[in-house]
């Protein structure tokens, strides 16, 4: 999800990407806002995404975290998996739009 | 977790400073956005910050975890318990002092041990793949025979196991004449030079430092008048030493005895030879020193072969398919008739170099004097442990607080431990420390004679490994006994700081009795064998050696004679003796071929007319070549008959004396005076016209052989040594004596001076070796061991204050309270005695082929050794048992 949101919004901060997640979710996911940083710092120990640190629209240090190649990579991958997957489930979950 | 992770984990534990600093920035950031949001909301400022904090979450919570996903968690808590222990050991300098100091001793005097052994025995030659070189031995019933040349050239063609074969002769000390350029000359006496097949750094693969090595044509022609000349290679020391490392030195020519020499190379830095510890000045092709005649003589002429195995051959295929390669050529070469079966060509691995005399002699005594280096480090071990013990008592407070706040055991204990594992690494530096400086003396113990041994004894990388292995467990072996009490405590008492003195201190005072009795057996083990040597020297002194080395002086001689027919040698022979008979000062004075009380040895095959040898017996005496007055000057007893006199000259017939177990074995104890023998092989008849007193030979172990005497004018050989008896000190006459000798024969060097007491006390060099220091070390673990017990002794009367108090009250008298405390120590003394007796008698077995005139189980030395130690322990006690008894009654009632 972290790597979809900077996929689509570009070098966001820590702040920025727990917003847009919220958003996404439609709110369904409230998370302490805390637990994003170790996922972060993850995704960064496996060189997925890049930091530096940047100024804000309204004039404040924050640190941006941008998407690698190896990154892009990873999360093809990741899609076409979880497809595959959601794929499966769904084909158990409506057999009968299948068959004959 | 990925590689990838691990790097970063790993790079992250190096950064932490800024990394923690970065981490803060970024939360403060988010919330400061948070808040921001918050307010565009409209919420207050400061319901804001509280909203932005409660979206967030636990901020602390989050760092840690983050923290620990950042680095290694392992490897930051090993960070805190180094600083932590670092601290404690700086708090604690006593303790830290003693125990360093013990310790750097303790694993420096190992250290030193090891690298000596690591230096002569373990490390590898530095040439080309080492381990594929095989050292070859032509051995008689695996009794050592040399070969000749024409037999290393045959089996040099005829074998296929291996790639090549070198032939070395050994090494010869010889006069170097260097000639500069103004017309002037350096002359150097006994320099070592190896005489080689000219293949020899080819097979070794060994590179030059500067110019070439040889090549074939080098090699190929024998020393004759027309030929006198060849070619040199320095070793790189020598280069440095006599040539400032100038490489105008290729060209140059030197002269190795009187050959003319070309320097045509200098071998790489750091290759000495294929004898590890002698490290000669230069390298020549022996061809080209050796007259065709003496090549083309089938006798022995070579003590060593190297060659390489071809690649997929093993050792035990080569050496099963060289043994019956040599044993065709003995056959073909008809000199050994019978018993060829007998004969085998022993392949030994080459990789750490030669088997030679340094190693024979110090191989075995160096792992014995291991293992003492090695008690004695258990010993120092032993008392750190008692050390740590006594203060992890104190520390009871500060544990129990970790205890009671959560810390856990494991990581307690592994807190305690880091803390030892310091204090023994510390120890362990500063052992090597020592051992620079240990090793060399140690060498220094084992290097006399006429050959120092050089040898780089200074720690190299494999050393300094097996020293910090060994200081890391011996840190941990000594922590964690005591880390493992420390931490079996009940957390509320051990928080009660007066109520302390419960049933966990009892514990520890059996855990620290029995530590001590652990000292006390093995300190045992050392002076048993320290007795053990010691009586094994003074049985050897004690024995009659048959001469008299008083006021005797050895001149050991090199001679590499210009002109080696047997007249010419007899000639100079005869003006060596005469010349150096003049000196003022000398009361007698004699030549030898032979070096009394050196390794060297040499028997003479006979034919005593009515003797019949048992079936397979080879009639055989040791024979020695020696001047006119060598009874006189050595001071061996003429029995019958004569000595070797100045008539018996090369034309006189031929004299010899034999000695009293020549007599016994050859002749029946008949009159032996008168009789005829042949001797050698060219079977020349010899009339016997002395006997002599049976003398030790080159060993005080050895039974006395038969050996006979001949005149060395009459059998001449190259000179070995010069035997002069005088009343004056060594150094009075040493300078005559070489310039007398110098002045009579220009190819004779005088290679070394030592009274004949010393020469023989030569051949007990490990054996003293070994008893110096066992015997020092033994007193050293003895000392540590009753250290230890005062310091437990003390400690337990110290505790006992008021009971005594209340004994003493109640009308014991001080002699009780004495007895009482001396007890508990012979209890502590007995354990010792009873577990070190037994260890001793089994570890004694180790120097068991040191000994002589007893057993390793001698009931006496073992008497004598628990009697010192158990004297030496009862002193220790007595001191703090005395000191209970004075113990005034009213005051330590008052105290409790």
């Given at each position: 999800?972290?790597?979809?949101?900077?996929?689509?919004?570009?070098?966001?901060?820590?702040?920025?990407?727990?917003?847009?997640?919220?958003?996404?979710?439609?709110?369904?996911?409230?998370?302490?806002?805390?637990?994003?940083?170790?996922?972060?710092?993850?995704?960064?120990?496996?060189?997925?995404?890049?930091?530096?640190?940047?100024?804000?629209?309204?004039?404040?240090?924050?640190?941006?975290?941008?998407?690698?190649?190896?990154?892009?990579?990873?999360?093809?991958?990741?899609?076409?998996?979880?497809?595959?997957?959601?794929?499966?489930?769904?084909?158990?979950?409506?057999?009968?739009?299948?068959?004959? | 977790?990925?590689?990838?992770?691990?790097?970063?984990?790993?790079?992250?534990?190096?950064?932490?400073?800024?990394?923690?600093?970065?981490?803060?920035?970024?939360?403060?950031?988010?919330?400061?956005?948070?808040?921001?949001?918050?307010?565009?909301?409209?919420?207050?400022?400061?319901?804001?910050?509280?909203?932005?904090?409660?979206?967030?979450?636990?901020?602390?919570?989050?760092?840690?975890?983050?923290?620990?996903?950042?680095?290694?968690?392992?490897?930051?808590?090993?960070?805190?318990?180094?600083?932590?222990?670092?601290?404690?050991?700086?708090?604690?300098?006593?303790?830290?002092?003693?125990?360093?100091?013990?310790?750097?001793?303790?694993?420096?005097?190992?250290?030193?041990?090891?690298?000596?052994?690591?230096?002569?025995?373990?490390?590898?030659?530095?040439?080309?793949?080492?381990?594929?070189?095989?050292?070859?031995?032509?051995?008689?019933?695996?009794?050592?025979?040399?070969?000749?040349?024409?037999?290393?050239?045959?089996?040099?063609?005829?074998?296929?196991?291996?790639?090549?074969?070198?032939?070395t002769a050994g090494e010869t000390p010889v006069r170097l004449t260097i000639p500069a350029t103004d017309g002037t000359s350096t002359e150097l006496d006994n320099m070592r030079v190896s005489f080689l097949t000219g293949?020899y750094f080819?097979?070794?693969?060994?590179?030059p430092?500067l110019g070439r090595f040889f090549v074939p044509a080098e090699d190929q022609h024998p020393q004759s008048a027309e030929t006198l000349g060849s070619v040199i290679v320095l070793s790189d020391s020598f280069w440095?030493r006599q040539f400032g490392r100038n490489p105008q030195v290729l060209g140059r020519t030197i002269l190795v005895g009187r050959s003319p020499c070309k320097v045509i190379g200098v071998a790489?830095?750091?290759?000495?030879?294929?004898?590890?510890?002698?490290?000669p000045v230069g390298w020549v092709p022996l061809v080209t020193f050796t007259s065709k005649a003496q090549l083309?003589?089938?006798?022995?002429?070579?003590?060593?072969?190297?060659?390489?195995?071809?690649?997929?051959?093993?050792?035990?295929?080569?050496?099963?398919?060289?043994?019956?390669?040599?044993?065709?050529?003995?056959?073909?070469?008809?000199?050994?008739?019978?018993?060829?079966?007998?004969?085998?060509?022993?392949?030994?691995?080459?990789?750490?170099?030669?088997?030679?005399?340094?190693?024979?002699?110090?191989?075995?005594?160096?792992?014995?004097?291991?293992?003492?280096?090695?008690?004695?480090?258990?010993?120092?071990?032993?008392?750190?442990?008692?050390?740590?013990?006594?203060?992890?008592?104190?520390?009871?407070?500060?544990?129990?607080?970790?205890?009671?706040?959560?810390?856990?055991?494991?990581?307690?204990?592994?807190?305690?431990?880091?803390?030892?594992?310091?204090?023994?690494?510390?120890?362990?530096?500063?052992?090597?420390?020592?051992?620079?400086?240990?090793?060399?003396?140690?060498?220094?113990?084992?290097?006399?004679?006429?050959?120092?041994?050089?040898?780089?004894?200074?720690?190299?990388?494999?050393?300094?490994?097996?020293?910090?292995?060994?200081?890391?467990?011996?840190?941990?072996?000594?922590?964690?006994?005591?880390?493992?009490?420390?931490?079996?405590?009940?957390?509320?008492?051990?928080?009660?700081?007066?109520?302390?003195?419960?049933?966990?201190?009892?514990?520890?005072?059996?855990?620290?009795?029995?530590?001590?009795?652990?000292?006390?057996?093995?300190?045992?083990?050392?002076?048993?064998?320290?007795?053990?040597?010691?009586?094994?020297?003074?049985?050897?002194?004690?024995?009659?050696?048959?001469?008299?080395?008083?006021?005797?002086?050895?001149?050991?001689?090199a001679h590499n004679a210009q002109h080696r027919e047997?007249?010419a040698?007899?000639?100079a022979?005869?003006?060596?003796?005469?010349?150096?008979?003049?000196?003022?000062?000398?009361?007698?004075?004699?030549?030898?071929?032979?070096?009394?009380?050196?390794?060297?040895?040499?028997?003479?095959?006979?034919?005593?007319?009515?003797?019949?040898?048992?079936?397979?017996?080879?009639?055989?005496?040791?024979?020695?070549?020696?001047?006119?007055?060598?009874?006189?000057?050595?001071?061996?007893?003429?029995?019958?008959?004569?000595?070797?006199?100045?008539?018996?000259?090369?034309?006189?017939?031929?004299?010899?004396?034999?000695?009293?177990?020549?007599?016994?074995?050859?002749?029946?104890?008949?009159?032996?005076?008168?009789?005829?023998?042949?001797?050698?092989?060219?079977?020349?008849?010899?009339?016997?016209?002395?006997?002599?007193?049976?003398?030790?030979?080159?060993?005080?172990?050895?039974?006395?052989?038969?050996?006979?005497?001949?005149?060395?004018?009459?059998?001449?050989?190259s000179?070995?040594?010069?035997?002069?008896?005088?009343?004056?000190?060594?150094?009075?006459?040493?300078?005559?004596?070489?310039?007398?000798?110098r002045?009579?024969n220009g190819d004779v060097m005088?290679?070394?001076?030592?009274?004949?007491?010393?020469?023989?006390?030569?051949?007990?060099?490990?054996?003293?070796?070994?008893?110096?220091?066992?015997?020092?070390?033994?007193?050293?673990?003895?000392?540590?061991?009753?250290?230890?017990?005062?310091?437990?002794?003390?400690?337990?009367?110290?505790?006992?204050?008021?009971?005594?108090?209340?004994?003493?009250?109640?009308?014991?008298?001080?002699?009780?309270?004495?007895?009482?405390?001396?007890?508990?120590?012979?209890?502590?003394?007995?354990?010792?005695?009873?577990?070190?007796?037994?260890?001793?008698?089994?570890?004694?077995?180790?120097?068991?082929?040191?000994?002589?005139?007893?057993?390793?189980?001698?009931?006496?030395?073992?008497?004598?050794?628990?009697?010192?130690?158990?004297?030496?322990?009862?002193?220790?006690?007595?001191?703090?048992?005395?000191?209970?008894?004075?113990?005034?009654?009213?005051?330590?009632?008052?105290?409790?």
């Open positions: 999800m972290i790597l979809k949101t900077l996929d689509m919004m570009g070098p966001l901060h820590g702040w920025g990407i727990a917003r847009r997640l919220e958003q996404i979710s439609g709110d369904a996911l409230t998370l302490n806002q805390g637990t994003l940083y170790p996922a972060l710092l993850r995704l960064e120990q496996e060189g997925w995404i890049s930091s530096k640190w940047g100024t804000s629209d309204n004039n404040r240090r924050a640190k941006y975290y941008a998407i690698t190649r190896a990154g892009r990579k990873q999360l093809v991958a990741e899609q076409e998996s979880w497809e595959r997957s959601a794929g499966i489930i769904a084909r158990f979950l409506k057999p009968e739009t299948r068959g004959n | 977790m990925s590689l990838r992770r691990l790097a970063s984990r790993i790079a992250a534990s190096f950064r932490r400073g800024r990394l923690d600093r970065d981490l803060d920035a970024e939360v403060e950031a988010h919330l400061d956005l948070s808040v921001d949001e918050h307010i565009r909301r409209g919420l207050t400022a400061e319901e804001a910050r509280a909203a932005a904090r409660r979206d967030f979450g636990g901020v602390e919570q989050m760092k840690e975890r983050y923290r620990d996903g950042r680095g290694l968690p392992m490897l930051d808590w090993l960070r805190q318990d180094v600083s932590y222990g670092w601290r404690v050991l700086v708090k604690t300098p006593t303790v830290t002092a003693v125990a360093t100091i013990s310790l750097a001793l303790a694993m420096g005097a190992n250290a030193s041990v090891f690298s000596v052994i690591n230096a002569l025995m373990l490390r590898l030659l530095p040439v080309h793949d080492p381990r594929s070189l095989v050292i070859l031995a032509a051995r008689h019933h695996n009794e050592a025979t040399i070969m000749s040349f024409p037999m290393y050239v045959d089996l040099k063609q005829a074998q296929q196991v291996l790639t090549d074969i070198v032939a293949n080819d097979v070794l693969g060994v590179q430092a440095s790489a830095a750091g290759f000495t030879g294929e004898a590890v510890g002698y490290s083309d003589e089938r006798t022995g002429m070579f003590t060593s072969f190297i060659g390489r195995l071809k690649s997929g051959v093993t050792r035990e295929q080569a050496e099963a398919s060289l043994t019956s390669l040599f044993q065709q050529l003995l056959a073909a070469e008809r000199r050994v008739r019978d018993d060829i079966g007998g004969y085998t060509l022993a392949l030994q691995p080459g990789a750490t170099g030669l088997e030679y005399e340094v190693r024979r002699t110090y191989a075995r005594p160096l792992i014995i004097i291991m293992a003492m280096v090695a008690t004695v480090l258990l010993i120092a071990c032993t008392n750190i442990a008692n050390l740590l013990l006594a203060r992890a008592a104190a520390r009871r407070g500060e544990i129990g607080i970790r205890l009671a706040i959560g810390c856990s055991r494991a990581r307690l204990v592994g807190q305690l431990l880091t803390e030892s594992v310091l204090l023994s690494l510390l120890g362990t530096i500063a052992g090597l420390l020592v051992a620079y400086w240990g090793s060399r003396a140690l060498l220094q113990l084992i290097s006399f004679g006429p050959v120092p041994i050089t040898l780089d004894v200074a720690p190299d990388g494999r050393v300094i490994a097996c020293v910090a292995a060994a200081g890391i467990l011996a840190g941990i072996a000594f922590g964690l006994l005591p880390a493992w009490r420390a931490t079996q405590l009940e957390v509320t008492p051990a928080l009660k700081t007066a109520a302390s003195m419960g049933s966990a201190k009892r514990s520890r005072h059996r855990l620290s009795r029995a530590l001590v009795a652990g000292q006390l057996a093995l300190s045992l083990l050392l002076l048993v064998g320290a007795g053990l040597l010691i009586r094994t020297l003074q049985n050897l002194n004690g024995i009659d050696w048959g001469f008299r080395p008083e006021h005797v002086v050895i001149f050991s001689l047997p007249e040698m007899s000639q022979a005869w003006n060596v003796y005469a010349r150096v008979k003049q000196v003022a000062g000398v009361d007698s004075v004699s030549l030898s071929g032979l070096l009394i009380f050196s390794p060297s040895d040499v028997g003479t095959p006979m034919l005593v007319p009515g003797y019949v040898p048992r079936p397979g017996e080879r009639v055989f005496a040791r024979s020695n070549s020696v001047s006119p007055g060598y009874f006189d000057t050595v001071g061996m007893t003429i029995l019958e008959g004569r000595g070797i006199e100045e008539r018996d000259t090369f034309t006189a017939p031929l004299a010899i004396v034999v000695n009293e177990s020549f007599v016994r074995r050859y002749l029946g104890g008949a009159a032996a005076v008168g009789r005829a023998i042949k001797m050698g092989r060219d079977g020349k008849t010899a009339e016997i016209v002395g006997v002599v007193r049976d003398a030790k030979y080159n060993s005080l172990r050895q039974p006395t052989e038969p050996m006979f005497y001949v005149s060395i004018m009459q059998q001449p050989r000179l070995r040594a010069l035997e002069v008896r005088t009343r004056q000190p060594i150094s009075a006459i040493a300078g005559l004596v070489r310039d007398a000798v002045s009579a005088i290679r070394g001076i030592v009274s004949l007491t010393d020469q023989v006390n030569q051949s007990l060099a490990a054996e003293r070796l070994m008893m110096r220091l066992a015997s020092a070390l033994g007193a050293l673990a003895l000392l540590l061991a009753c250290v230890g017990l005062y310091g437990v002794m003390s400690y337990a009367v110290t505790q006992r204050a008021g009971e005594i108090g209340i004994r003493m009250a109640l009308g014991a008298t001080q002699p009780s309270v004495v007895w009482m405390a001396l007890r508990q120590t012979l209890t502590v003394v007995a354990l010792g005695l009873a577990t070190g007796i037994p260890l001793a008698l089994i570890a004694a077995r180790l120097i068991s082929g040191f000994l002589y005139g007893l057993t390793s189980r001698d009931p006496a030395t073992l008497t004598i050794a628990a009697v010192v130690l158990f004297g030496s322990a009862m002193l220790a006690a007595y001191v703090p048992a005395r000191r209970a008894a004075s113990v005034d009654p009213v005051i330590a009632l008052r105290h409790e």
